[in-house]
């Protein structure tokens, strides 16, 4: 069995209060399995994994039977775990100021007639411009938390917080339902904090945006032809029969506002562009940004947005159309909130390959609702562990020079392998073993290198 190593322990035990005592150890010994398991990481490959000592007996299943309980009928729920990982995130990280929360919906894919929760869904890495892809799988809704670590030359984490499973068919919530839902979440547990929401466009909803909190800022994409008034409403004289205007002009729409201000010849008035240096995806960027106060009725009613027109001057990114609920934002700011986004896309892609969330064949509607959620809240656990402790470990120090040029040392595969180095060298001290308990270990590396073939 995989000892745990020090520095991890106190933040696994922050965990506790969401489990049983006996699901707690079984969620401890499911990480440290999980993080070990170097082939395809299903449930009976990880937790034949849990037991490197002996070589896995496949003609009995019910010692596994404990792994398999642990997702199906074990008490705990995704959402007490959520709870628990977002106050690790907070304390551990000390995170100050407004959170930034990022919201996107992913599809992992899964086959099987008796798969509860199936459905047909776009897949966003197979879809182009000109054709969208479908695929048979569970759609996703994730709520993640934005880190940003000036130590670095990586500007933005995401740590996997809350996720709903989005069901296909009519009458069933959308996304954008989901991430509502998430968010009220969010905002009881901590009453005195502010938000930054940001979001794509398929979250520039009414359902999602038409009520939101005091609390919360949101950044998100606008569609280029949106119809949108002037907030100055005009007045209405006594004689005037009907209703009383709720807004004002029509405004040019974000696309017709970029092309006004391409005809524009002086520097100076409105609807002229501004030079914005900004620091996105990992790069400082010389951009050119446009904004100007508008209301969205059919989205956000009649409540003040700032709208921003983007524009790369190199041509190498296609204009962006953004809004935020804060008026008093900067253009600088907006965008590079926006691009912090980006950040939940490479969660996604880490956590499909470097974890292998989708590997795990379960079918019952327990097991499908919590198998995805803990691997996530086990992703940020790792990701804690290596912003608080793993990055300044002897284990990193070895591995850093072999980093290839492409390869950061803050990526999520780079996190697993320190993980995965400090934990051999907890359960694999030669200093201190004797002749026969080396024989054992090497006995156990053997059965643990056939469990990977």
Known sequence: MWNMIGSLQPLVALLQPAFTQPSFATSCHLLLAWVMCLGKHT?????????????????????????????????????????????????????AGAITLLVDDTLAHKRGKSVWGLGWFRDAVASTKKRVATASGHNWVVLAVAVCLPFTNVPILALPLLARLHLPGKGQPSCADLAKEMLAEVLSWWPERRFILVGDGAYATEGLLK????????????????????????????????????????????????????????????????????????????????????????????????????????????????????????????IKQFAWRWSIEVLFRSSKQVLDMESPQQWSRESVEKVPPWVWSMQ??????????????????????RLGEWDSEWSLRHMIQVLR????????????????????????LKNWANLAA
């Open 211 to 334: 009520d939101l909190d005091e609390r919360m800022t949101f950044v998100g994409r606008m569609r280029g032809d949106a119809a949108v008034y002037d907030p100055q409403v005009p007045q209405s004289t006594k004689s005037q029969r009907g209703p009383k205007a709720k807004k004002g002009a029509r405004l040019p729409r974000p696309k017709e506002a970029a092309a006004k201000a391409d005809r524009k010849r002086t520097t100076h008035g409105s609807w002229v562009w501004q030079e914005v240096s900004v620091s996105v995806y990992g790069c400082r960027r010389s951009l050119r940004a446009l904004a100007y106060e508008v209301v969205w009725p059919r989205v956000l009613g009649y409540r003040r947005l700032q709208v921003v027109v983007v524009r790369d001057p190199s041509g190498r990114m296609r204009d962006a159309y953004l809004f935020t609920t804060d008026l008093n934002a900067r253009l600088s700011w907006v």
């Open 421 to 444: 180095q400090a934990i051999l060298d907890a359960t694999i001290n030669p200093n201190s073993a004797n002749e026969a308990e080396l024989r054992e270990m090497t006995k156990t």
């Open 43 to 95: 449930l009976r490959r990880v937790g034949d994994n849990s037991h490197p000592q002996t070589p896995p007996d496949h003609s009995r299943r019910h010692g596994l039977d404990t792994y398999y309980n642990f997702f199906e009928r074990s008490a705990w729920t995704p959402q007490s775990l959520a709870h628990q990982i977002g106050v690790l995130v907070l304390t551990r990280l000390r995170l």
């Open 380 to 401: 940020s656990v790792v990701m804690v562990w290596y912003i608080t402790a793993g990055h300044q470990s002897a284990e990193t120090a070895e591995l850093r020079p």
